[in-house]
């Protein structure tokens, strides 16, 4: 059954979500970043190239002919099919279509009050699908 990590109190979703992406991909992970919207996800995507002077994330914007080869994957849709399933990163204020594709989803919550109500509500309807659970607080 899917996973689901909360880190709430997100002041920076974008740079928040790239850390993350370091961590799996050291760590020989795959996953997909799904941003609230297009200029989010050009703003995953330029924020990848430039994340520190020595890292270099290898990903690719969804459709591209590169993503079939990438380990992580930048969308702001998940209606297409993707390379891998294995972890998912939650961008947006809304509940992803099948995320029970994933083995692991991470919610990432800003600070902003109407992000963190929405994320609430995520949580709630995820307990009740009996999704395992956990919660990170940023501080």
């Known amino acids: ?26 760590a020989r992970g ?7 919207d297009a200029a989010q ?14 890292d270099f994330l290898p990903h690719a914007m969804a459709g591209d002919a590169l993503a079939a080869h990438s380990p992580i994957i930048v969308t702001d ?16 204020r809304g509940t992803p279509p099948a995320l029970d594709r994933f083995q692991r989803v991470f919610e990432i919550i800003s600070t902003d009050a109407d992000d963190a109500a929405a994320g ?17 607080v940023a501080t």
């Open 120 to 136: 609430r509500q995520r949580y709630s309807a995820y307990k009740q699908q009996s999704f395992p659970l956990t919660h990170f």
């Open 77 to 92: 849709s998940l209606e297409q099919a993707f390379a891998h399933y294995d972890m998912l990163v939650n961008l947006t």
């Open 30 to 36: 795959k996953l997909v970043l799904l941003a609230e």
């Open 1 to 26: 059954m899917t996973r689901i990590d909360f880190h709430t109190n997100i002041s920076d979703k974008v740079s928040y979500a790239c850390r993350l992406a370091r961590k799996a991909y050291g």
């Open 41 to 54: 996800a050009a703003a995953l995507n330029d924020a990848l190239w430039t994340l520190g002077d020595t």
